[in-house]
């Protein structure tokens, strides 16, 4: 294991984090403000200068590896992540580093044909377009992405889609383009070879977005929000559809390992701001005669929200590592892990901050309570804790068969 | 321990039911779309329909012991509590038993002048006007009520309120027009001799409603929201003040013991229209080849949830009963108990049923996430859960010291 | 529900109480003298005097129902069982209630035939002699009583035994004269008419008593010790199966009712003994300035304990009330959920009060560690937790498929 | 941060498991045998064969950091730590490298005299001897290293020891032949300027040694259990004393950074002990008609147990880093989270195992009952949890002050 905090990543940790100081934070009251001026799907105007910064300061498109990105290693990119964490809803997408549009260009640049690439990828990279990302279905437990539902169908004209899907991230905003779209292709196959992926663009006829999902009472408004869409024959050209026809689940896998690693890590970032955030309030309130800082059950609570945070992190950092050195198969357990964890750990050390703020907690007046809703979603988002669980769990007992 | 269901709580028990049935269900969603019709804080129209109901069947201030109300004892009311919790934001204002007007009611009634009872008390027991009850505070840690800083003093024309309070819950509905306000009038004063409790009409000159805070993104719009009011030199006549001039404290502790069986109650409410979801849900979806009902993981949970909720409702109900044969002092620990206790529970299960939705769960589409907001609030609203613990926790110790 | 403690429970506590703090607690320090006196297994000669002792005052047999015991019902015997609880090696025995006698007394006055009864029944009630209830085996997952596989055959001379069995708790004592033994008879029968019972003893040709099994590092030996028993081809007659061939799932059914009260009763006590032993010790020991009865971690336990240990009790009180009133289907689910919440709270209290107890906790100077271990093993003995959890909630689930 | 096995790391790591594979899992059973047949408190005779294998391969003082030792880094030390605490009774003390001896090594060849080195450290480092660390008191919250009270006295003759200790471990030992004894020698000294450390010989007059306390029901007779011991009225020279006159608690401070590198590391080896048994038992049961190993509620626990453990050892491996990089000090938060995750991990391991082994889990036919007592024991030993916590929360709370 070699976690070397390289001159390459101090580097990346002081730019992000002088960028954090300098931009993000002084930006959170501007962007709120906005929110509430703007409609209700519209990304704030300051996000478009906040965008600009990041680019002259060689900030953007770090979660992408090789030629197209910046050619980070995950290992690198995950301290990256962990800093915008702090600022989930502001920073990712202020470097061109935000869920879903991370994942889909990483597919659109290893699965699209070059025509896809061109009309979809480019403008993606270049922070002017939004995408979402269609897979989850109100009508089946998506928790087994064998059960997903939604038909696509080859004819000669192309590929038709059929189907309903909710959770499709970013689809209200008005700057989200196009839509990379899993279902099922060939119902009768084998194993892992009964999905195909597509590229179908938000205005084709028959996408129709429907409504949005709230998050414990948030919209993700900044975001787009979280569409359900009804795909109704809809129809795009042969060449929208991503890798092999039916090779839908392999995609899905490549997507996932990194995905999990940037999530993780803006857990990681997550709880750093919410265990700040407690620390300093303790300071200020004095229940019962002496600062809250001095109190036995609060100080428990710092000390378990430490050992929370950093065992997390080394697990997220292992796991980046070990993708880095013999791929996601190799990290499967890890990958696993960190999905479950860091979501757990995140959430239990915003929960306590929460409570150790009192009425504020839960309120407006901290980002507390909008950080439990991001962290619990993550519990349910890319497949719940359980599957997560029995996947590691089997592959663990295998060895002992 | 006697918590035998009599004929009158089995009576009590089959008519709310039936009310929950055959008025609050299918008002829901008639509720929930009123709501994004009228203005953010008025209240549904349906409100008036079922508040005429449930009083022509003799399910009307069933809180409110003695004459003046229904005359349940404390363990009798908390059977009808239980079943309203099951559709928390609609049926205990249908039955006119919603916080804060219950503990205001009380208060008034025990406490008030005569002109002040006339004026106020009459119509909240008609449901005709709502309360609100302005305690804590925005700069001091109000968990330890010494700290409350809101300054009451008396002078020639009576008496005068200046201070900032937050979370009066209800006063952003325009059919909230009166506040009971808790402030410091004795400074010096001895230990809990320090404080006085008056009564506030909203139109009183001084007194501003600033904002609502709200509870995880939710604004708890229907019942006029969380607000922030500032107390500014704002004068009322000497009747205002309830009981003695600093004796404020005991206002304040006689106001919690039903109130937190009240909302135990409720919160075991909460949870079981959460576990019924649950075990509903469960049987309609099917991972990995067997209905989530059948899966080990999810089964655990379910039993986990039954002993969750059952111990729970023995405590309160126990509770109850000593409330009703030893007074709020000799169910002191209990008292505490049930207040670190239910609302601990009633997150596990709704936490659990949420998970079992998956992005269902923590949406709009079911009544989960919102219950979650709703209950872990409840763990800091009225002092947060570690006030209680510590206080159970001495009064136990003084045995053995 | 009625939990109404009667004049008579009254009386029966009192004079338990009486017993256990004029005669149970002075015993401990001489009973454990004792043990290490004698041989391993012998019982402690004070536990003779103790026994007529607890007969002249009309302490015997409560835990039968109907004539031939005391006649209390489920309620009122547990609110002694509690009492027993609190010192689980010298009272329940002291009193003619300790399992596995009680269990196999119930049984042998239900489903045993005359002669029978007359060898065996009757010595055990009056406390002359010790039995061993065989059932859970090493070789196979004994926690689906399935699974059980000592072969009972049934030829022209009576019934034949072949099996091996462990956990058969009191057979190393010389006071241990008969075994209850499960076994499979029907192996092709249908669900539930598979196993028999049969009263064997223990001095038959071809009962051999191999060793003893530890729980954690303590032997039990004042009790008899759990045995491990090979059972070659041992020869009863007829007139020693109890009940009906294949009937024996009824009558381990049947058994199992009462034993839970008695068994989570007792944990109560256990909690209840460690809770004093904590917070008597928090008042002698100052750790960093201040007492720890006065440091707000430990005050947190005491509060959880105090919460934990009076939800359970009262969980434990509705079930025996159901038992009375229902019987042992109508209490199913409270029945599995006491078995689950008992040793699970009383392990809770139990570790925190070692921890609160330093090195001392874990030690022979408190009783602390074995009553750990005791409660420990109680989490799988009768029957892991989880296949209690599985069983509650499958009987939940049927409600709504 | 650098965690990469070097070639060294592996070469160690290599050696050291075909050391337990070959020699220590098969010695475990003659170990046990002969326990049975020696006195209590004699080693194991096979353990003198074990040693002289273990130093013929190199395999010797790996944990003395320098020349006197193997010259390892913590880092480096850790990773064969980790594989002694597969056989945590057997595999140290093979290596010579089990507490307390490395810790008393540790500080006797940093602060000990040259005449005190030359007497007692060289037969610890041949393993010919074992020592004891007397540092508990029976009578004093001993958590509170403050509070230590047996009394060291300077005069003309040298120094004078006189107080009583407890989990003295080792010395029931004949092969335990000194003692390092903390006790006040300048009570109203600054802080930390108050205690002082002396080398006392067991066979110095004065010394009594009293009795042995268990662990749950282990004696831990192997290693020379637990003593209490008295030193009454106890003279050595004054060259005896460790470091400078009223030192001691820089000394015990020394001592403990590496010692908790230690324990954590085998208490991650011990949870994978566990977590082995748990695995490849699970294959072999088949309650409920699957494999435990199928079961939902099993696979939660190897998930959970996998997590646990791979972060907990993450954690350990930093800290170990950091001491080697930074120092003691440094690395002070880490140190007291290792302290509170790897016992809290192990425990949580060991004792799922245990469920998952139904009643052969508390017995004497899997090592898992007698691990969770060690484990168990390492949350009180050298410092409670909740004084370690309180401790790293200071170090955090003190940034935002």
């Known amino acids: 294991m070699d976690f070397t905090e390289t001159e390459r990543i101090r580097d990346l940790k002081l730019r992000a984090t002088r960028f954090l100081d300098e931009f993000v934070i002084p930006a959170e009251p501007v962007y709120a403000q906005q929110k509430t001026e703007i409609g209700p799907w519209e990304t704030p105007p300051v996000m478009a200068e906040l965008k600009k910064a990041a680019r002259d300061r060689g900030l953007w498109n770090l979660f992408l590896p090789g030629e ?5 290693t995950n290992l690198e990119y995950a301290h990256v992540a962990e800093i915008t964490g702090r600022s989930p809803w502001i920073m990712p997408e202020a470097l061109n580093c935000s869920a879903p549009d991370t994942g889909n260009m990483e597919i659109l640049a290893h699965f699209a044909t070059p025509p896809v690439q061109k009309r979809w990828l480019q403008p993606l990279l270049d922070g002017e377009i ?17 059960n997903i539902d939604t038909l696509i169908t080859e004819d000669a004209d192309g590929l038709r889609i059929n189907g309903r899907k909710w959770w499709s991230s970013g689809a209200m905003s008005p700057a989200c383009k196009v839509a990379v779209v899993m279902g099922r292709s060939n119902p009768d196959g084998e194993h ?33 929000g979280h569409a359900e869409i009804l795909y109704d024959d809809v129809r795009v050209p042969r060449e929208n559809l991503l890798g092999e026809l039916h090779g839908g689940f392999a995609i899905a896998q490549a997507r996932l ?37 001095e109190q036995g059950v609060f100080q428990d609570w710092v000390a378990e929200a430490r050992i929370r945070i950093e065992t997390t992190r080394l697990l997220v950092l292992k796991t980046a590592w070990l993708m880095d050195t013999v791929g996601n198969r190799g990290a499967a357990i890890e990958i696993s892990g960190i999905k479950v964890a860091a979501p757990r750990m995140a959430t239990w050390v915003i929960d306590h901050a929460i409570q150790a703020h009192g ?6 007046d901290f980002p507390l309570a909008e950080l439990y809703a991001q962290a619990r979603m993550l519990r349910i988002a890319d497949g719940p804790d359980e599957v997560h669980k029995m996947s590691l769990a089997r592959r663990e007992l295998r060895r002992f068969a």
Chains 1, 2, 3, 4 share one sequence.
Do not use: W
């Open 68 to 72: 197209r990105g910046a050619g980070l």
């Open 130 to 146: 939004r995408s979402v990302y269609s897979m989850t279905e109100p009508l089946v437990a998506s928790s087994d992405a064998n």
């Open 192 to 224: 892992h070879r009964t999905h195909s992926m597509v590229v179908v663009p938000l205005d084709t006829p028959g996408v129709n977005v429907l409504r949005s999902t709230s998050v414990f009472g948030y919209s993700d408004s900044g975001h787009g």
């Open 257 to 293: 390992g990194p995905g999990r690693i940037h999530h993780a890590m803006r857990l990681v970032g997550m709880a750093e701001r919410a265990f700040d955030l407690m620390c300093s309030r303790a300071h200020e309130r004095t229940p019962f005669g002496r600062p809250l800082a």
């Open 359 to 364: 009425g504020g907690g839960v309120s407006q």
